[in-house]
Structure formats: C-alpha cells, structure tokens
C-alpha cells in the first residue's frame, strides 16, 4: 500500500509563491503516475498537474506557466510550485498516485488515481 502525506499550504498573497510537498511512503518500488488535484468549496476536484515515471509533465489550463510539477524519485518526493498565486487558486490542494502509465485523456482526471492524501489548505488573499 502507498501513503502519500501533503505539506506547505498556508495562507498567502495574491501574487505569492508557494511549494507544496508530497511524501510517499510504502510500496514505493512500483512505477507510479503522480497528480496534483485542488478543490475548492462547492466544487469538484480538479486536476491540477501530471507528472509520470519519465518526467512527462501536464498542466491544466488555468495553472499553466504559474504552476510546475516536480518530483525526487531518490526522496519519493513530489512537488508544486506556485507561482503569481491568484485568489482563485485557494482550494485544499491533495496529491495522488496512479499505477502503471495513464492515457492522455486520464491524467487530470481523479477518477484514474488510486492513492490519494489528506490534502493541505492553500489559501491566497486579495
């Protein structure tokens, strides 16, 4: 089993940064892609960043060019950076992991990832 704990929410001006931090622990020799999702109150969680085995990365729309995924395979680390945060990022932010590869259309999609974290609140203030 894969555990996977989120940290480096907080609270933070609009036009601040921050990283956000994944840990996973446990069955960690598996090949796994690894997602960012937030959702904010009221609404569905969204797919957020994709990164998989390989390095390949994707982002969603709203994020691109703001946000950048990471990840230390030596660690079992996976990161976020957010850049230029606007007030509409503020959402409970959770990484996830999928086993094996995902097609294109499955990476930002949470129904496709089997482990998840509790999440970490991100907040961002006018």
């Known amino acids: 089993e894969l555990q996977l704990v989120e940290s480096g929410g907080g609270s933070v001006q609009s036009g601040g940064s921050l990283r956000l931090s994944c840990a996973a622990s446990?069955?960690?020799?598996?090949?796994?892609?690894m997602g960012w999702f937030r959702q904010a109150p009221g609404k569905e969680r969204e797919g957020v960043a994709f990164i998989d085995s390989d390095g390949r990365t994707e982002y969603a729309d709203s994020v691109k060019g703001r946000f950048n995924i990471s990840q230390d395979n030596a660690k079992n680390m996976l990161y976020l950076h957010m850049n230029s945060l606007k007030s509409e990022d503020t959402a409970m932010y959770y990484c996830?992991?999928?086993?094996?590869?995902?097609?294109?259309?499955?990476?930002?999609?949470?129904?496709?990832?089997?482990?998840w974290g509790q999440g970490t609140q991100v907040t961002v203030s006018q």
């Open positions: 446990g069955n960690t020799y598996s090949t796994y892609c």
């Open positions: 996830a992991a999928a086993p094996g590869r995902l097609s294109a259309w499955l990476r930002l999609r949470p129904y496709a990832y089997a482990h």
